[in-house]
């Protein structure tokens, strides 16, 4: 029997993967692995990435990486005024996403991933596949979150491990809307769901992930149930 290590921030793409690999890939067993680095969003994302835990009724686990937060100048972690994002400017949000990147915080993540897997390997003798919610960002997206970063990344599961560890990251060719389909199909609820970057409660609406979180829905023709404060 494998089991789903699913990375979670509690955001709309990761809690539609959790729910993916539960019950369209069955994985009977799953952990939800959240990770605190001090980020500005902690407290909703950790919220919200216990509900997805119970709803696929998933083992969760918390790891805390004060180191991350020491090494950043990302908006992600550090309180500055952030640009106001309209429709308009997600033609192109390379320049936008600089603000808001996490030096290496992806391969990090994995790496810990790993060696969770390997643990439960040794000690439970279960193998385990690691799961992301990276979806479609072209030629705007981080590095550390494409396609090919993801199948090194396996690769390295695979060969410089104990066990045999796959990266998979199931959305990986899907845009926010198709995200937001496939959630419906799968019965997520979406208001169970953060994805805002710079507050710990309530949907700014205008930081860069709100603003692809408000479109995916838009393009997707479903309701978007999320309560923003602009």
């Known amino acids: 029997m494998k089991q789903a290590i699913v990375i979670c921030s509690g955001g709309l793409d990761s809690v539609v993967t959790a729910h993916y690999a539960k019950n369209k890939l069955n994985y009977r067993k799953m952990i939800i692995l959240f990770f605190n680095y001090n980020q500005r969003a902690l407290k909703s994302e950790r919220k919200f990435s216990l509900k997805c835990a119970k709803d696929t009724k998933s083992e969760f686990l918390e790891f805390s990486i004060p180191e991350i937060y020491n090494l950043s100048h990302s908006l992600i972690n550090v309180k500055k005024e952030h640009s106001h994002i309209e429709r308009r400017d997600l033609k192109d949000t390379k320049k936008e996403s600089l603000k808001w990147y996490v030096p290496c915080r992806n391969l990090i993540f994995i790496s810990y991933a790993l060696a969770l897997a390997e643990s439960r390997l040794i000690r439970d003798k279960i193998s385990s596949d690691i799961f992301l919610g990276f979806k479609s960002e072209g030629s705007s997206g981080y590095p550390d979150a494409t396609g090919e970063f993801t199948d090194m990344m396996s690769k390295i ?69 999320t309560v923003y404060s602009k």
């Open 157 to 225: 599961g695979t060969t410089a491990c104990n066990g045999k560890f796959k990266v998979i990251v199931p959305m990986i060719k899907k845009d926010k809307e198709d995200i937001v389909l496939l959630g419906n199909k799968l019965n997520v609820h979406f208001k169970d769901t953060f994805s805002c970057y710079t507050s710990d409660n309530i949907h700014c609406g205008s930081c860069l992930a709100c603003m692809l979180r408000k479109e995916g829905f838009y393009w997707s023709g479903l309701p978007d149930p």
